[in-house]
């Protein structure tokens, strides 16, 4: 059931139902609590800081957390001020949601679909332990536009190729997809959480406060509000300056829409609606988004494995002092690392400069994109399996659609061509700041004389570079040539 005007299940209007949020912190243009008020005369709503997720965390100073926690809050009120609100619960969600279930003497739980294999598995769980119960479990496509096997090749097979998954998603998009689930139309059937308590601090689920405020990151609906308004003014541009990193050229809503504080058809439908390069681009990268979920969906192995099986052959270097260079920002190459310091300072790197790094890590130093991709995902803000995974085997040339594995970036090449004047690098590397532009690339280069001059003397003020890109390139050609012969020039 994953659109509006489909009939009610028989067991439904008189009865009560519990919608459980997860990704979705929201309460405007939402499948789940639409399809739930639209067929119940009571609708409880629930979130979960699920103990099996939080406990993993390195970190009890997550901003990821934060981010959500200040999100449920601002959902919460905007729930009561509809006369409903959040019950908030801390503990394991395969214990906790059929107990509240059984509790609230629901009919059924209403939710939007995660796409993860860990979270599919959480999910039939819960499903069973519900039916043991005589409770139903309904869940809905909300996260993204497309799922699964919508869009599917002539051949009635998933894509593994964005550009043709891109024209078939195009084609097969209508005003349909995009329209909003007009939660409002129902909203007085929301019902206030039977004991109001107040709701959990971030201290009582074992966390603690990070700088999301001094950084700037205004979570919950109103912060993707803000940011979509005034990206909304800059759309047109963003062909032009998504690629440089020192310009206010991307959206910076990734975040919100990796926890639902914004709505994938709002965003698609404004794209869709202004056309022009600037939102067409966008809109673009909307579609990678769908592209890699259901990437994910079909092929689950993608979690730890080659997309491409033959390409878990490589045998990747065990380099763990190489490995500690690119995580602490120590390589010796300023774009590299200064997008590894804007990632650590922040949880936030910049699209172009996430592919510069992943390349870097396993063209350069002939590391596992794996490692690479762990460290990603403790660190990122807007942390997405999907994305993450299909970005890194794109990186690594293992995964699907990926560039080719002789494709081999140049991080000297990449940083003229994207930091020009070497604005972002000096905005992170201060130790570079009077290096002159035309060696802020490659400061290695820089006569002895004038580094003393520059106050960044190679080895000392700034490493020699871990590594020689010319030589590691030949590497790489010869690591990958155990799947194909090698040929190709650096981009």
Known sequence: MSHFGLPAPVWSFMSSTLVWFRRDLRDFDHAALYHAL???RRVFCVFVFDSAILDALPDRADRRVEFIHASVVELDTALRARGGGLIVRRG??????????????????????DYE??????????????????????TFKDQVIFEKSE???QGNSPFSVFTPYKRAWLKTLTDFHLKAYPVERYAAHLAPPPDREALPTLGEIGFERTDLAELGIAPGMSGGRKLFDDFLRRIAAYKAKRDFPALKGVSYLSVHLRFGTVSIRELARSAHAIGGEGAETWLSELVWRDFYFQILWHHPRVVGACFRPEYDRVQWDDAPERFAAWCEA????????AAMRQLNRSGFMHNRLRMIVASFLTKDLGIDWRWGEKYFADRLND????????????????GCDAQPYFRIFNPVAQSEKFDPAGAFIRRYLPELTKVPNAFIHA???LPPIDQKLAGCVIGSDYPVPVVDHAQARVRTLARFGVVKGASGDSA
């Open 38 to 40: 639209k067929n119940h």
């Open 92 to 113: 394991d969600a395969r214990d906790v949601i059929p107990t509240l279930a059984a509790a609230l003497a629901v009919s059924a739980v209403y939710t939007n679909r």
């Open 117 to 138: 294999p860990m979270a599919i598995a959480r999910d039939d769980e819960v499903a069973e332990r519900l039916r043991v119960l005589g409770i139903g479990f309904e």
């Open 151 to 153: 869009v599917l090749t």
């Open 330 to 337: 120590r390589t010796g190459y300023p774009i590299v690392d």
């Open 383 to 398: 942390f997405d399996l999907a994305a993450n995974n299909g970005g890194w085997q794109w990186a690594a040339s293992t």
């Open 443 to 445: 400061p290695w280069t």
